[in-house]
C-alpha cells in the first residue's frame, strides 16, 4: 500500500516536478496539478488523502483554492507552501482548515514528513469496521455534554435575539442566513405592506380624479388640440405655476 494519494498544486513545473519527485521516492502517489482550477477537475474524478498547493499562484491562489476545497471535501488536509515566511497568509490559511504551511524551498524529507502527517490525518477520520475488540464509545454521556453545550449557547443566541441583536449563521465564512427577533420580523413584513396599500390608495385616488367630468374634457381636448395649441396650454401651466 502507497503511503498516501497526494495533490500537489503549483504553477511552476520545475519545482511541482521536483516535489512530486521526492514524495514518489518517499512511497507517495503523486498526481500532478498546474493550477486552482485543474486541481478542481482533478478532485472531482479522484478522492486524495492530502493536498499540497503553492500560495502564489495566477488567477486562483492558494488561499482562494483551499476556500473551493472546502466547500467541497471539508475534510482532506491541506499544506500551504509558501514562496517566503508570511504570518499573515500562515494565520489565513489555518483559519480556512490548513494543518500546516511549509517555506519554500522545501528539503525532500520534511515535505515528506508534512505529507506523511497529512495522510495520517486523513486515515485517522475515517470510519472503519468495528470489531469485537473495540470498545464503543459511550452515548449517553457524550449526549449530555453535547447538549449542556448546545443549550447554554442557544440560551445566549436566544438572549441576543431577545435584545434586538442579529444572529449570522455563516460556512467556511461566507453567511448563510441571518437570526433576527420576531419584533423584527413583523416590523419588516408590515413595512412592505404599508407600502403597498399606500400606492394602491394613491393608485385609486389618481383613477378616480381621472374619471371626473372635467379630467375626461381635458383629456379629450388634448387629443384633439393642434401642437400650437398644446404648446400655448403647457405655456399657460407654466406661467400659472410661476
Do not use: C
Not at 493536498?51 to 492558494?62: F, K, Q, Y
Not at 489555518?94 to 502527517?117: D, W
Not at 459511550?138 to 442579529?166: C, H, V, W, Y
Not at 387629443?223 to 406661467?239: D, F, I, M, V
Amino acid at each position: 500500500m502507497s503511503s498516501g494519494r497526494v495533490l500537489i498544486v503549483d504553477d511552476e513545473p520545475a519545482i511541482r516536478n521536483s516535489y512530486a519527485h521526492s514524495l514518489m521516492d518517499a512511497g507517495f502517489d503523486v498526481t500532478q496539478a498546474s493550477s486552482g482550477a485543474d486541481a478542481l477537475r482533478r478532485m472531482a474524478t479522484r478522492q486524495f488523502e492530502a493536498i499540497l498547493s503553492d500560495v502564489s499562484m495566477p488567477r486562483i491562489d492558494g488561499l482562494a483554492f483551499l476556500r473551493r476545497v472546502r466547500r467541497h471535501s471539508p475534510d482532506v488536509p491541506f499544506v500551504l507552501m509558501l514562496d517566503k515566511p508570511d504570518n499573515r497568509t500562515a494565520i489565513d490559511g489555518t483559519q480556512l482548515g490548513a494543518v500546516q504551511a511549509l517555506v519554500k524551498p522545501i528539503a525532500p524529507e520534511l515535505l515528506a514528513k508534512a505529507a506523511s502527517y497529512a495522510v495520517h490525518l486523513w486515515r485517522a477520520r475515517q470510519p472503519g469496521p468495528v470489531t469485537r475488540r473495540q470498545r464503543r464509545p459511550e452515548p449517553a454521556e457524550a449526549a449530555a455534554i453535547s447538549a449542556t453545550d448546545a443549550k447554554n449557547q442557544f440560551g445566549r443566541i436566544l438572549e441576543r435575539l431577545m435584545q434586538g441583536g442579529k444572529v449570522v449563521i455563516t460556512k467556511h465564512d461566507s453567511p448563510k442566513a441571518v437570526l433576527i427577533s420576531m419584533e423584527e420580523f413583523n416590523a419588516l413584513s408590515n413595512a412592505h405592506r404599508v407600502e403597498i396599500e399606500t400606492l394602491s390608495g394613491e393608485f385609486d385616488a389618481l383613477l378616480a380624479r381621472m374619471q371626473t367630468p372635467a379630467a375626461r374634457a381635458g383629456m379629450k381636448a388634448a387629443y384633439h388640440a393642434t401642437p400650437k395649441e398644446l404648446g400655448q396650454a403647457a405655456l399657460a401651466a407654466a406661467r400659472k405655476r410661476a
